[in-house]
């Protein structure tokens, strides 16, 4: 099946620093979304990506479909930023969405 | 805005007891999805459902689990008989055909 492939596993960042994470994938996809997991353990929306770039406020999101692979960008990170975000794909071959290890972000205040 | 919503929020269970999880995806949506997260790791695929049938489920949904969708609205996980192992967050998830997945709140399972 694919392989989702996330980094850097852990950040640690002073409030106010900007951010790049990456999400790497083995296959073809029809969709990937990232997703922030809050300290309650919710899952929340931030983009539905399969290609393209898109930006909701500090936050944006490029995925590279013919290179496999997609970036989130936080800038000016705050402390309601910290948690792991999560990068999750459909292959063209599997009725599944795949998730990612995850990257652990953590912002000082 | 629509959402995925679970029942209950938390469960504590014997070990060898049933559970039965319960999930009201969104109205329209045609296709649902069982997840769990053992805590602190990765979020895992259990079973898509789709068309009243499940279309894939991974090794982890074994003989002891169970889907179904009774009414027009609600699709619940069972699992016969909890083990310690099962202790987890399940999160439930809908969407449309090539659209994004919307995840519930998710219940966390305690097996005692």
């Known amino acids: 099946g694919i392989q989702v492939e996330q980094s850097p596993p852990d950040l640690i960042l002073q409030e106010g620093a900007n951010s790049t994470l990456r999400c790497n994938f083995s296959d073809s996809v029809n969709n990937l979304q990232w997703f922030h997991q809050n300290p309650w353990g919710q899952l929340i929306n931030l983009f539905y990506?399969?290609?393209g770039t898109k930006q909701n406020g500090r936050l944006s999101a490029t995925t590279v479909a013919t290179e496999r692979y997609s970036l989130l960008y936080i800038s000016s990170s705050q402390t309601t930023d910290s948690g792991v975000y999560f990068c999750a794909v459909n292959s063209l071959r599997d009725d599944k969405i795949i998730f990612g290890k995850g990257t652990r972000l953590h912002i000082l205040p | 805005e629509p959402e995925v919503t679970q029942t209950p929020s938390h469960q504590v269970t014997q070990m060898g007891q049933e559970v039965i999880l319960r999930c009201v995806p969104i109205?329209?949506?045609?296709?649902f999805y069982w997840y769990r997260q053992i805590l602190g790791q990765k979020v895992e695929f259990l079973v898509s459902?789709?068309?009243?049938?499940?279309?894939?489920k991974s090794e982890i949904f074994d003989d002891q689990f169970s889907v179904e969708r009774p009414d027009g609205s609600n699709f619940t996980l069972k699992i016969r008989s909890t083990k310690l192992e099962d202790s987890a967050m399940y999160f439930c998830a809908s969407s449309s055909m090539n659209t994004e997945a919307f995840f519930g709140q998710g219940t966390r399972l305690t097996v005692v």
């Open positions: 990506i399969p290609s």
């Open positions: 459902f789709y068309n009243n049938e499940i279309s894939e």
């Open positions: 109205s329209n949506h045609l296709y």
